[in-house]
C-alpha cells in the first residue's frame, strides 16, 4: 500500500509538469501576423476602388487589361463612339499625392478623372448636365465604383464644372482620344534653341505672309491680337518656327491652331494661339481641352 501510493503521487507530478511544459510551450509560439486587407502602401483602406487583380490574381496598375473590383469583372477598351450620360462625383485629399492606377501621381488640383473602362491616359469632354458648363479632362485612373457612377473627377474639375460643393451632378462624358503620355511634356514647349540663326530667316519668307498676308509683321504684330474678333488660346510662344508648327498640327484636334510672328529684339517669337468663339465660358473650356493636349501654360486671350 504504501509503494502504490508513493508511486500514484509519483506519476501526478509527472503529469503535472508534462501538461505545465506543453501550455509553456503553447504559450511560446509565435502567432501569425495578421496581413491588413489593402496595402496601406499604395491604398486607402477605406478606399471604394480597392484593389484591382487580373484573372491570373495578380494586381493591375491600370492598363487595358481585365480586372476585377468587388467581384465584378471590367474590360477596359477604346471605345471611339463613347458618349454616355450619368452620375458623376468627384475625389481629393484622401488620394492626394498617391499612386494613380496608371502609375501616375493623383493631384487633386490638376485636371484629371477616373473611370472604369476608357483606356489609360485618355481624353474625355464632361459636360455638367445642370449648368451646360464642358471641360476636357485626363483619365488616369480607375472608378468609381460606387452605384451608377459613370466618372469621378479632380477636385479641381469638379470645382471648374460647380459641383464640388453638391458632391455629385447629371453629366455627359465623351471620349476625345489618347491622351499624352504625360500631361506636362516638357519637349512640347521650346525654349532658346542653340542655333539662332535659322529661325531669323523664316519670317521674311513664309511665316508672317502665310499668317498676315496683308500686313508687316514687325509692325502689326502686337496690335494684331486686339483688332481679332473672338476669344483665343495661347498655348505658348516658341523661339523655333519648327517647334511652333509641330505644335500646331498636336492642336488641330483642340480648334483651328495659327502661328502669330512676333518682333523682339532678341529675335521672332512665334505664338500658337486656337480660336476659341465669341463666348467667354467655351473659350475657358478651350483653355482646359488645350491644357490637358500638354500645353501647362495655356492662357485666354480677349479680343
Not at 452620375?87 to 501621381?105: D, K, L, M, P
Not at 449648368?131 to 485626363?138: A, D, I, L
Not at 498676315?212 to 502689326?220: F, G, K, M, N, S
Not at 523655333?240 to 529684339?265: D, K
Request: some cysteine.
Amino acid at each position: 500500500m504504501v509503494v502504490d501510493k508513493h508511486l500514484w503521487r509519483g506519476l501526478r507530478v509527472a503529469s503535472l509538469v508534462a501538461l505545465a511544459a506543453a501550455s509553456l510551450a503553447a504559450c511560446s509560439t509565435p502567432k501569425p501576423r495578421l496581413e491588413t486587407r489593402i496595402d496601406s502602401k499604395r491604398h486607402i483602406a477605406s478606399s471604394p476602388r480597392g484593389r484591382m487583380v487580373s484573372p491570373s490574381g495578380k494586381p493591375l496598375r491600370g492598363t487595358e487589361k481585365p480586372y476585377q473590383i468587388r467581384g465584378i469583372w471590367y474590360y477596359p477598351q477604346a471605345d471611339p463612339d463613347y458618349d454616355v450620360k450619368g452620375v458623376g462625383s468627384w475625389y481629393g485629399e484622401q488620394f492626394h499625392n498617391r499612386r494613380t492606377a496608371n502609375g501616375e501621381i493623383f493631384d487633386m488640383n490638376a485636371l484629371s478623372a477616373a473611370h472604369k473602362t476608357l483606356p489609360l491616359p485618355s481624353l474625355v469632354e464632361v459636360t455638367n448636365l445642370d449648368n451646360g458648363r464642358k471641360m476636357v479632362v485626363r483619365v488616369n485612373d480607375r472608378g468609381p465604383f460606387v452605384g451608377d457612377r459613370i466618372i469621378d473627377l479632380s477636385r479641381a474639375a469638379a470645382d471648374k464644372l460647380g459641383y464640388r460643393r453638391q458632391g455629385v451632378a447629371r453629366v455627359r462624358v465623351r471620349y476625345i482620344g489618347p491622351a499624352p503620355k504625360s500631361a506636362f511634356d516638357s519637349r512640347q514647349y521650346a525654349q532658346a534653341p542653340q542655333q539662332p540663326p535659322p529661325p531669323r530667316q523664316d519670317p521674311p519668307r513664309d511665316a508672317a505672309p502665310l499668317t498676315w498676308p496683308d500686313e508687316p509683321p514687325p509692325v502689326r504684330v502686337q496690335v494684331i491680337p486686339s483688332r481679332q474678333a473672338g476669344f483665343r488660346i495661347q498655348a505658348g510662344a516658341f523661339s523655333s518656327r519648327e517647334n511652333a508648327e509641330r505644335a500646331v498640327a498636336q492642336l488641330q484636334s483642340a480648334g483651328r491652331a495659327v502661328i502669330e510672328p512676333m518682333a523682339r529684339a532678341s529675335g521672332t517669337l512665334y505664338r500658337v494661339t486656337v480660336s476659341a468663339g465669341e463666348d467667354e465660358l467655351s473659350a475657358w473650356s478651350l483653355r482646359d481641352r488645350v491644357f490637358a493636349l500638354g500645353y501647362s501654360g495655356a492662357t485666354v486671350l480677349r479680343p
